[in-house]
């Protein structure tokens, strides 16, 4: 379920929390999935708990999870953190029709493009 | 917690450790590394008790560890070059760790030693030098130590019995909290594995460090500047250990988190910047070249 990528440079807990946050956000873990426990992510990646620990923590605290005494770390409601992702991608969008209207792709070009993208995942 | 300080070894007029100070809180995962012969074996000896500092204190949960046994039960220290009694088998030293660690697991010993293949009652010094390796490693676990010392532990075993290791020793920090000092050279490993970095050179100690806050601390940056004004005054502002300039690109390694240098860089307007983290291979590097370990000079 996570993959480490060793070629990546940035520190291995971040990787592990945007991997998450991306099984979260796509829906493939759903709300109130409890996560791996500590222990046995650790154990599966053989890196340190604290690691682990650490982007659990992190997750928490962006509000992915939630955590339950004793019992472990499981996924919280995510509609909010979706509706933001959704917002940021459309925003990204807005950004790429401007380059595209600077190199000259019409109006009609560009929405051709994208409605070939959404034909493609249906 | 291990606490050196001051600590200093000479061989004859060879200065191995000198004037080394570090401590290494309970639940550490301390990766020692070191250029070659920088003192790390010794190092590890001291705190093992085997040789004696010539200067300076070096205690484990505030006892001096030289010829004291109730300290010398605390740790089990995984040496480089393995020590097993002649014609001994993996049972003989069973029996023998059980008498000196009061919670050795012989049960556990004997499920490892099935789940790593390995015969109990083949005499040792038939067993390859990886096998040694996993051997030691099974007594090292099974003591049930508060504190392990790994001396380039990982360095003689195949990558499939690295991760099986590193994944043991991972249960041990989360089921009993251990502290952990790993020596090694192989820094993509510590990076797994490790959340504290001491890095020793030439005897001394170059830093001790939070893993995360030295990898968020020295960044890649890679930029192009429309003037040599610019990059003047760009350089200035930065903490630099290292430039490089191929035309108008420049390679900079400098200290300073990823906000600070992206304000700087933002306020200079460049043609182009790339800010990388580096890989504690390259933090290695830069660190010791600026003391004067320099690749160049081996190779020129």
């Known amino acids: 379920m996570i993959i480490i990528d060793y070629k990546d440079r940035r520190p291995i807990y971040e990787q592990i929390v945007e991997r998450f946050q991306e099984l979260i956000l796509k829906g493939i873990l759903g709300a109130d999935t409890q996560l791996p426990s500590v222990r046995n992510l650790a154990m599966e990646l053989s890196i340190n708990p604290n690691t682990i620990q650490k982007a659990y923590t992190e997750l928490e605290r962006q509000g992915y999870t939630y955590s339950v005494k004793g019992k472990g770390s499981f996924i919280a409601e995510t509609d909010i953190l979706l509706k933001k992702k959704k917002d940021e991608i459309l925003e990204a969008a807005t950004l790429l029709v401007k380059v595209a209207k600077e190199y000259g792709v019409s109006k009609d070009e560009f929405i051709n493009a994208i409605s070939n993208g959404f034909k493609e995942e249906a | ?300």
């Open chain 2, 1 to 300: 917690m291990i606490e050196a300080v001051n600590i200093s070894k000479d061989f004859y007029d060879i200065k191995a450790v000198d004037q080394v100070s570090l401590t290494i809180q309970e639940g550490n995962v301390f990766g020692l590394v070191g250029t070659n012969g920088a003192g790390k074996s010794t190092f590890l000896r001291m705190l093992s008790g085997i040789i004696k500092p010539d200067k300076g204190v070096i205690k484990i949960d505030g006892m001096d560890i030289y010829e004291n046994v109730k300290a010398k039960e605390r740790f089990f220290y995984i040496s480089d070059d393995q020590f097993y009694f002649n014609n001994a088998t993996p049972i003989d030293m069973k029996n023998f760790y059980q008498v000196i660690y009061e919670g050795f697991d012989g049960e556990r010993f004997d499920t490892l030693m099935e789940q790593f293949e390995l015969t109990p009652n083949r005499k040792i010094n038939t067993y390859s030098k990886g096998m040694k390796k996993q051997l030691s490693v099974i007594c090292g676990i099974c003591s049930n130590t508060k504190y392990i010392f790994c001396d380039e532990t990982f360095d003689g075993l195949d990558p499939v019995m690295r991760q099986a290791v590193k994944s043991i020793i991972a249960k041990e920090i989360a089921d009993r909290n251990i502290t952990t000092i790993i020596a090694s050279h192989n820094l993509r490993e510590l990076e797994d594995i490790c959340d504290h970095i001491g890095l020793l050179h030439r005897g001394g100690i170059l830093f001790s460090k939070d893993l995360y806050d030295m990898k968020l601390n020295i960044h890649k940056i890679q930029c192009v500047f429309h003037n040599e004004e610019d990059a003047k005054a760009m350089f200035d502002n930065l903490d630099i250990l290292k430039r490089e300039q191929r035309g108008s690109l420049y390679t900079i390694t400098a200290r300073g988190n990823r906000e600070e240098i992206t304000n700087y860089f933002d306020k200079v307007k460049p043609v182009f910047f790339e800010i990388l983290p580096l890989t504690l291979e390259e933090i290695f590097i830069s660190e010791t070249e600026v003391v004067g370990y320099d690749i160049k000079k081996l190779i020129s």
